[in-house]
T-cell receptor, first 111, second 112 residues
Framework: NAGVTQTPKFQVLKTGQSMTLQCAQDMNHNSMYWYRQDPGMGLRLIYYSASEGTTDKGEVPNGYNVSRLNKREFSLRLESAAPSQTSVYFCASSAGTDTQYFGPGTRLTVL | GNSVTQMEGPVTLSEEAFLTINCTYT??????LFWYVQYPGEGLQLLLKATKADDKGSNKGFEATYRKETTSFHLEKGSVQVSDSAVYFC???????????FGTGTRLQVFP
């Protein structure tokens, strides 16, 4: 039972570099989400996808792009990383009901 | 708008003590309410949930009751263990959506 998987677990970037965070789920869920977690701020929604082929902005989308590659995979791209994007990133999925299932997270540091 | 407010931590307790972590919410309509737990170095796991007023969610000795009159969903456990040390997040999902709005989290530290 893999559930929601994320790669990489850790990443260090220099300002201006780009990278893509990968997320996959094996629960046949329609909805997928990307959050960032910062100290004292809880989790904030970056983007979400209600179904394959659709994506929508969340609370903090600036500086990010997403791709819902297929039903299983939902990637998050930073085109030009900034120190303000240093955070822990979580991917989640749900069946379209209210319970979300989270991956283990990616810890990103931008120098 | 929709929001969740939970008590700041850390909450520090001795093993077998009683735990309460307060959570209040603001929402239109009838949201679903959740407690998620995050153990060190891991992602969030659903601890319990309640979908309508007066429902009680419970799991692993934790429980919380959906109180519409006080817009609250306080987390309680009668006797905490060292293994309960984690960060606890209260969250709501607005009616008829699958989005989650989180509180800022409360760190619980339990000492032997």
């Amino acid at each position: 039972n893999a559930g929601v998987t994320q790669t990489p677990k850790f990443q260090v970037l220099k300002t201006g570099q780009s990278m893509t965070l990968q997320c996959a789920q094996d629960m046949n869920h329609n909805s997928m989400y990307w959050y960032r977690q910062d100290p004292g701020m809880g989790l904030r929604l970056i983007y979400y996808s209600a179904s394959e082929g659709t994506t929508d902005k969340g609370e903090v989308p600036n500086g990010y792009n997403v791709s819902r590659l297929n039903k299983r995979e939902f990637s998050l791209r930073l085109e030009s990383a900034a120190p303000s994007q240093t955070s822990v990133y979580f991917c989640a999925s749900s069946a379209g009901t209210d319970t979300q299932y989270f991956g283990p997270g990616t810890r990103l540091t931008v120098l | 708008g929709n929001s969740v407010t939970q008590m700041e931590g850390p909450v520090t307790l001795s093993e077998e003590a009683f735990l309460t972590i307060n959570c209040t919410y603001t929402a239109t309509g009838y949201p679903s309410l959740f407690w998620y737990v995050q153990y060190p170095g891991e992602g969030l796991q659903l601890l319990l949930k309640a979908t309508k007023a007066d429902d009680k969610g419970s799991n692993k000795g934790f429980e919380a009751t959906y109180r519409k009159e006080t817009t609250s969903f306080h987390l309680e456990k009668g006797s905490v263990q060292v293994s309960d040390s984690a960060v606890y997040f209260c969250a709501l999902s607005p009616y008829n959506t699958d989005k989650l709005i989180f509180g800022t989290g409360t760190r619980l530290q339990v000492f032997p």
